[in-house]
């Protein structure tokens, strides 16, 4: 539950914050719960369940209510707008990293009685408005987040043109019936956008009667205040009803019905983390201005120390209005005190600190040290092997006419490892860390920017949360670096040396030694890197691709096999430093070429760790880390970490972080063993993603091929300062995703291979699905996902990628196809869950408007006869997982599998997959399946996708 506690808002200050304080526990009735039944309440009426009273004893807000992300305002100088609860749960901790709230989360309002279905419909009787803002501090938009209602634009108070997409459904919670409205974007909301709610009076119970506001809403809104220090939340109250039944006046100016529910949120913007991960000087603008801002609210802090964050914000108007006054001379010095005239002058002081000019400097002096950059990272290959040493390969030879071991013949295999920024917090001695770390805000740039602005003096601080916290989001997307790691890297690249085993698709244009394509491969969850080599050494070999592969976060080769699939070796860490420095004595460190090499070998060799990705830990019963042997090692086991949304959050955005610097890093990469790095310079660059690879793929793929971000960050490259010379970020030229989704959250809910074990751990815990607990967990988990969520980033990509291909197997048991018409029993409808809504996004930013029609993102289907042209979406027989194709087909033809008599072999589908994925990375257009070759299916739920069939129940 949400801590009791006071809350002041804004009501007329432009730089903030401000309003009345107490402790809510000494004035009169300072909970006012209304302890006599009152008879004069209609107990027949249907009210939503609402008390947003934050000293009440059980206050009751929306899951997503503005004043939950408003209540520390008051309660320290410390205060970044993010939520506050004062519960140790998983969700409570997350509600106190919180900046703002989902895009694409469903959420759920709760009534006391039953609904008639009927009358709850989104658009009539259910209204999803976004609303315009001004700037919280005047003309300084970025300086603070405008999370507060007060900042609402009374003139124009709606972007009507921006109404989203949503459904308003009415479901069962806690065991009552009908008795809550779910609203369910149906596309992701705006980021960083305010919205009002309103659930009017055409709604009625099912005994036919119009709801009405909560008793203890119209009490607070409309009665006497037994405690002045609530006067700001009546004020809000009070403003949101008057802006409903304004809208509703002109919206319905016949029979008007009148507001029962309105309350506002604001979404979150934490996307810009990775966008600022990915080119940091988009940000610098934003960067000066919070960094003005807070060195103003510091020169007053300094001189008022006692004072909370909403009486500094008002006491920094006051004491800037000071300065102006005296400034023109309207008052006298003697009529200020003390503490006036100090505040004033160190205002004074911190002014020419902090022009434009000197933050810009000072800021760019960040970039690429405390402020991460994508650049070329140390790496190492050893020798090139043939792929036909590989256990896996050699297996396989025995059948003569195998076409993979065919094409190993022309094939050639690199292990190596690259040392990579590592933002996660590492093991430490129990492995902890793993799964309590989370991503924190870089007080190494805030040191530095201040020794920048002045040398030995603390000019500013950004803002925290209560507990001292620098927080990573929207507003302040800057993390700190924890460490360097070294990991391993695997690359596959065709024969290229002009011999007969050279193969037939390297007869192109990019010169001897060079493949017509690098392509970054990333792999689903709980398997590793070794799960391209199957698909590798066939794109290597039949369309000339160099295929490179690293593990995602708490991945890597382990089990009996050693890896998923057998024939790559483990990174040693003593086994590398032998080679490297062995490698290193071999070059000369008065050549200057060379002894650029010799630093960056070292950088390899002097990483925080140097192994494989999951640290040498695997995940107990409990879900904790527990360090063990290769062979008991089960990988990316303790990925998904429900007990720490933040946690697994980070885990997603730091898979994203280490594709854009594999990016960065190819054309460096010395695969050859010359010492002469470049080996892929110049190189078209494709990206392959499977399962969970496709879904932090999808977010990678869509921050390299922004063109703005492309731009800003190759223009870094070009500015003076930044060691870097003829260096290019690649814009990816093909990007491919097998079996992926976004909404990872409801993913996990609706897959049947992953939901068991997390929504058993809730229900021990006492959340189990069906009740309003479970919704809101659910709902806070997607708010602090969104940050790395493909759902917010798939449009961009369809807008900026046109040669795309999207795969799914209908029937997927471990990536649902949709969970809108078919969720998961007794999973409520989940519309952007699935591959196919992500198809929908795709296709809606490729210009579309209807995935069903195929015209914009193409659709392959059985019956297809010829080729289709990219963007393009794929569907697989996944009737009969044993024989036709299932979720893993595209790794491997055939695996063990006990249910299907020992093996299942979905080998038709894997040579189409691998065929298609092949024409896809070449710039061509994807071919039907050949007539002998039944392995396309067809989707039964296209028309929902995104909900576009209206009349589909969900």
């Known amino acids: 539950m949400f801590k009791k506690t006071l809350i002041s808002l804004a009501v007329a200050s432009s730089v903030g914050l401000t309003g009345c304080f107490d402790s809510g526990e000494t004035g009169a009735n300072a909970n006012p719960d209304y302890l006599i039944e009152d008879t004069t309440i209609d107990t027949s009426i249907v009210r939503p369940i609402y008390d947003p009273n934050p000293i009440a004893a059980d206050p009751k807000f929306p899951i997503n209510a503005d004043l939950i992300l408003l209540l520390g305002a008051t309660q320290s100088a410390n205060y970044d707008f993010t939520g506050l609860s004062g519960g140790t749960s998983p969700a409570d901790d997350a509600v106190n990293d919180l900046s703002g709230f989902s895009t694409s989360g469903a959420f759920t309002l709760k009534f006391d009685g039953s609904l008639n279905p009927v009358s709850v419909q989104a658009g009539a009787t259910v209204f999803l408005l976004p609303v315009n803002v001004a700037d919280a501090v005047e003309g300084v938009p970025e300086a603070l987040p405008n999370t507060n209602p007060s900042g609402i634009i009374q003139s124009n108070p709606f972007d ?41 009076n055409n709604i009625v119970g099912a005994d036919g009667q119009p709801i009405e506001r909560s008793v203890q809403d119209v009490n607070l809104a409309d009665g006497v205040l037994g405690n002045p220090a609530l006067a700001n939340v009546k004020s809000i109250l009070q403003a949101s009803d008057a802006l409903a039944n304004g809208f509703l006046a002109q919206a319905i100016p016949q029979d008007t019905p009148e507001s029962a ?16 991960m990915m080119a940091p000087a988009a940000f610098g603008n934003a960067l000066g201005q919070k960094i003005g801002f807070t060195a103003q609210l510091k020169a007053v802090r300094d001189n008022y120390p006692t004072l909370n964050f909403s009486q500094l914000t008002t006491k920094l108007g006051e004491i800037a209005q000071l300065a102006a006054d005296l400034q023109a001379g309207d008052i006298d010095p003697s009529d200020l005190d003390a503490q006036e005239l100090a505040a004033i002058t160190a205002l004074a002081t911190v002014g020419p600190l902090t022009e434009p000019s000197d933050l810009q400097a000072a800021i760019g002096a960040e970039i690429g040290d405390t402020l991460h950059l994508p650049v070329p990272r140390p790496s190492f290959f050893n020798a090139a092997e043939p ?101 391993p890297v695997v690359v596959f690249s065709p024969v290229l040396d002009g011999s007969p085993a050279q193969p037939a698709a390297c007869a192109g244009t990019n010169g001897a030694g060079k493949p017509e394509g690098v392509t970054i491969f990333q792999h689903g969850i709980t398997v590793d890197r070794s799960v391209s080599m199957l698909p590798a050494i066939l794109l290597a070999q039949s369309a000339c691709q160099t295929v490179v592969a690293i ?52 950088a390899l060799i002097s990483a925080d760790y140097i192994g494989e990705r999951h640290f040498g830990y695997t995940a107990n019963a409990s879900l904790q880390p527990v360090q063990a042997p290769l062979a008991d090692i089960s990988s990316g086991s303790l990925f998904i970490n429900p007990l720490n949304m933040m946690n697994s959050r980070d885990n997603l955005r730091q898979g994203v972080v280490d594709l854009l610097n594999v990016a960065a890093s190819i054309q460096t ?267 396309l299916g067809t989707s039964p739920t296209l028309a929902n996708a995104l909900d576009q069939d209206e009349q589909a129940a969900p």
């Open 160 to 200: 009507l043109a921006a109404i989203p997409n949503f459904r308003a459904d009415v479901v069962s919670v806690d065991g009552g019936s009908d008795n809550a409205i779910r609203i369910v974007p149906l596309e992701p909301l705006a980021e960083g956008q305010k919205y009002l709610v309103i659930a009017t």
């Open 261 to 276: 529910l309105a309350y506002t949120f604001t979404t979150n913007s934490d996307t810009d983390v990775l966008r600022a």
């Open 387 to 487: 792929a036909t040493d590989l256990a896996t390969i050699q297996a396989l030879a025995a059948d003569p006419t195998n076409a993979i071991a065919q094409a190993a013949q022309q094939v050639q295999v690199s292990e190596g490892a690259i040392a990579l920024p590592y933002f996660q917090s590492l093991p430490g001695e129990t492995g902890a860390g793993i799964v309590t770390g989370s991503w924190s805000g870089s007080t190494s740039l805030e040191e530095d920017l201040n020794e920048n602005l002045a040398p030995g003096q603390t000019v500013f601080s950004f803002l925290r949360d209560i507990d001292g916290t620098l927080n990573v989001n929207g507003y302040f997307p800057f993390p700190e670096q924890n460490a360097t790691t070294t990991v």
């Open 551 to 602: 593990d995602q976060p708490l991945h890597g080769l382990a089990g009996a096999s050693t890896g998923t699939v057998a024939g790559l070796s483990a990174l040693d860490a003593d086994a590398l430093t032998t080679d490297v420095e062995a490698a290193i004595n071999l070059l000369d460190p008065n050549d200057p070429n060379q002894a650029a090499v010799i630093a960056q070998l070292n």
């Open 669 to 935: 990469f010395d695969i050859n063993k010359d010492f002469a790095p470049g080996d892929l310079a110049g190189v078209p660059v494709n990206f392959i993603g499977h399962s969970l690879g496709g879904i932090s793929g999808t977010v990678f793929a869509s921050l390299a091929n922004d063109a703005t971000l492309n731009a800003t960050l190759n223009g870094t490259y070009a500015q003076a300062g930044v060691p870097l010379s003829n260096f290019t970020f690649p814009t990816l030229n093909s990007v491919v995703l097998h079996n992926t989704s976004g909404q990872v959250t409801r993913l996990i809910e609706n897959s049947p291979a992953f939901s068991g074990q997390v929504l058993g751990g809730l229900a021990n815990a006492g959340v189990t699905q069906g009740t309003s607990d479970f919704e809101s967990f659910f709902y806070v988990f997607q708010s602090i996902s969104d940050a790395g969520d493909p759902v917010n980033f798939a449009k961009g990509l369809g807008a900026s990628t046109s040669n795309l291909l999207v795969t799914e197997v209908v029937g997927d048991t471990t990536v649902p196809n949709e969970a809108n018409v078919n969720p998961l029993s007794p999973a409520f409808s989940a519309p952007l869950t699935g591959t196919e809504p992500l198809m929908a996004l795709l296709d809606l930013g490729a210009g579309g408007s209807n995935l069903a029609d195929g015209n914009d993102l193409n659709l392959l289907q059985a019956g297809d006869t010829s080729g289709s042209p990219t963007p393009v979406a794929v569907f697989f027989d996944g009737s009969n997982p044993c024989t036709t194709a299932n979720h893993g087909t595209f790794v491997a033809p055939i695996v063990p599998n006990e249910a299907c008599g020992g093996a299942a072999d979905t080998s038709a589908a894997f040579s189409v997959m691998v065929t298609q994925t092949a024409r896809a990375l070449s710039g061509l257009s994807v071919p039907a399946t050949p007539s002998n070759i039944d392995a």
